[in-house]
């Protein structure tokens, strides 16, 4: 479990992580990927002007032998697992998913080049055609839940050449997702839709050269990435089909529950509800991409990172929903179990989000066997040989979602 803490808590033996976070824009966090050897270490970090890290609980030889003090840093996190909200809803098989990925990953590429069509007018120095992208959005929130489910999971899919287009496009259908989660209507979908495709529009003002910068920004570069939202809500303005919600998530989707956003430094309820989601929904989707900067990290760590940022820089009720909606370890994740199996998750919404439903397809030597799902929640009762200890990167195992799909449907 991925954890936020103090640098003046860090421990020898803990190991620290990064979630996904761009070390150049975060100065007072340690992020690094290591266990701790050492005290001289640790005041190595705190006297280097670092006042917070990120710990993975499960790495490292500090929590090997003290269950105790695991169990109450880890407190937060699995409270808020166990915890139900009212009656949960019935959500479509893996299978019945996987069944109908052909048809996402259709509407998916038709969305795609549909909007990579209308935002080339703007280059081009055209009219942005609005009800164009009304359109691509209301087929998003039409969509049987299958599709909207699989097209989920294809956000995690994408292509790094196309990140500008398939980012936004992700943003939009994460947002939608979530929106339905919570019940919203056909006008609010339609807002979240929206402010998703064009949250980052303001960027094609911002020159390549920043953008793609693969090294530390300067003042003068950040300052200008930051005036992105700007740019986005005053280009946006120009078109009466553009509702003023839309314009203000847009201005608004980097902005913070606690304050230090940009580009007005709002906080608390001075910030729209939906600019929050938007946020969550951006935010989740960015780290887990491949940038010049950085590698993306695992669906998990995009999770922890939002999920420790409650009442920081999004309100807890909705990073709350949003997990609850999303999962601990989303579908699709490629987590290894302290047994040494590996396995595909297929379902989150089970007793537990720490213990969701897996398609156990590694043995413990890490060789192919046959297919079997298991509720880890069930099996957790009665060993924890069969709790999740990491979510695996795709650098780290043999098991690749991507492969799985495709020879699934091919069956």
Same mark, same amino acid.
């Given at each position: 479990?991925?954890?936020?803490?103090?640098?003046?808590?860090?421990?020898?033996?803990?190991?620290?992580?990064?979630?996904?976070?761009?070390?150049?824009?975060?100065?007072?966090?340690?992020?690094?990927?290591?266990?701790?050897?050492?005290?001289?270490?640790?005041?190595?970090?705190?006297?280097?002007?670092?006042?917070?890290?990120?710990?993975?609980?499960?790495?490292?030889?500090?929590?090997?032998?003290?269950?105790?003090?695991?169990?109450?840093?880890?407190?937060?996190?699995?409270?808020?697992?166990?915890?139900?909200?009212?009656?949960?809803?019935?959500?479509? %098989?893996?299978?019945?998913?996987?069944?109908? !990925?052909?048809?996402?990953?259709?509407? &998916?590429?038709?969305?795609?080049?549909?909007?990579?069509?209308?935002?080339?007018?703007?280059?081009?120095?055209?009219?942005?055609?609005?009800?164009?992208?009304?359109?691509?959005?209301?087929?998003?929130?039409?969509?049987?839940?299958?599709?909207?489910?699989?097209?989920?999971?294809?956000?995690?899919?994408?292509?790094?050449?196309?990140? +500008?287009?398939?980012?936004?496009?992700?943003?939009?259908?994460?947002?939608?997702?979530?929106?339905?989660?919570?019940? !919203?209507?056909?006008?609010? !979908?339609?807002?979240?839709?929206?402010?998703?495709?064009?949250?980052?529009?303001?960027?094609?003002? @911002?020159?390549?050269?920043?953008?793609?910068?693969?090294?530390?920004?300067?003042?003068?570069?950040?300052?200008?990435?930051?005036?992105?939202?700007?740019?986005?809500?005053?280009?946006?303005?120009?078109?009466?089909?553009? +509702?003023?919600?839309?314009?203000? @998530?847009?201005?608004?989707?980097?902005?913070?529950?606690?304050?230090?956003?940009?580009?007005?430094?709002?906080?608390?309820?001075?910030?729209?509800?939906?600019?929050?989601?938007?946020?969550?929904?951006?935010?989740?989707?960015?780290?887990?991409?491949?940038?010049?900067?950085?590698?993306?990290?695992?669906?998990?760590?995009?999770?922890?990172?939002?999920?420790? %940022?409650?009442?920081?820089?999004?309100?807890?009720?909705?990073?709350?929903?949003?997990?609850?909606?999303?999962?601990?370890?989303?579908?699709?994740?490629?987590?290894?179990?302290?047994?040494?199996?590996?396995?595909?998750?297929?379902?989150?919404? %089970?007793?537990?989000?720490?213990?969701?439903?897996?398609?156990?397809?590694?043995?413990?030597?890490?060789?192919?066997?046959?297919?079997?799902?298991?509720? !880890?929640?069930?099996? +957790?009762?009665?060993?924890?040989? &069969?709790?999740?200890?990491?979510?695996?990167?795709?650098?780290?195992?043999?098991?690749?979602?991507?492969? &799985?799909?495709?020879?699934?449907?091919?069956?």
């Amino acid at each position: 479990m991925i954890v936020k803490i103090s640098t003046t808590s860090l421990k020898p033996g803990m190991y620290v992580t990064n979630p996904g976070l761009n070390p150049h824009a975060n100065k007072g966090i340690f992020l690094a990927e290591s266990e701790i050897k050492d005290h001289n270490e640790i005041d190595a970090i705190v006297g280097g002007n670092f006042t917070v890290t990120f710990i993975d609980t499960e790495l490292g030889s500090y929590f090997a032998d003290k269950p105790q003090i695991k169990a109450e840093i880890e407190k937060l996190y699995t409270l808020f697992a166990e915890v139900k909200y009212g009656e949960e809803k019935k959500r479509a %098989s893996f299978d019945v998913i996987i069944a109908g !990925l052909g048809t996402a990953e259709q509407q &998916y590429s038709r969305i795609l080049s549909q909007y990579k069509s209308a935002i080339s007018k703007i280059s081009n120095n055209n009219p942005l055609d609005i009800a164009a992208c009304e359109d691509l959005v209301r087929q998003l929130i039409d969509q049987h839940e299958s599709i909207s489910l699989a097209m989920t999971i294809l956000t995690q899919l994408k292509r790094f050449d196309d990140y +500008s287009y398939t980012h936004s496009l992700n943003v939009s259908i994460l947002a939608t997702a979530f929106g339905k989660h919570l019940d !919203l209507g056909s006008e609010e !979908l339609m807002t979240l839709g929206m402010a998703g495709l064009f949250h980052d529009i303001g960027t094609i003002k @911002i020159p390549d050269k920043i953008l793609r910068k693969p090294g530390k920004l300067t003042p003068g570069e950040m300052a200008e990435i930051q005036k992105h939202p700007v740019y986005g809500s005053d280009l946006l303005s120009r078109y009466s089909r553009i +509702s003023a919600d839309v314009l203000k @998530i847009v201005n608004e989707h980097h902005e913070k529950f606690m304050g230090g956003g940009y580009p007005k430094n709002k906080y608390g309820d001075k910030i729209n509800s939906k600019s929050y989601m938007v946020g969550i929904v951006d935010t989740y989707d960015s780290v887990r991409s491949d940038r010049v900067y950085r590698k993306g990290v695992n669906a998990h760590k995009a999770v922890s990172l939002i999920f420790n %940022s409650r009442n920081i820089s999004y309100p807890a009720f909705l990073v709350d929903s949003f997990v609850k909606y999303i999962g601990v370890y989303p579908i699709g994740s490629i987590v290894e179990l302290k047994n040494g199996l590996k396995a595909i998750v297929v379902e989150q919404f %089970s007793d537990s989000l720490l213990h969701p439903i897996v398609r156990v397809m590694l043995d413990e030597n890490n060789r192919y066997c046959e297919p079997a799902d298991v509720n !880890l929640f069930d099996m +957790s009762l009665r060993s924890d040989e &069969y709790d999740i200890v990491r979510c695996l990167d795709k650098s780290e195992c043999r098991l690749r979602l991507k492969a &799985y799909l495709n020879r699934t449907r091919r069956q």
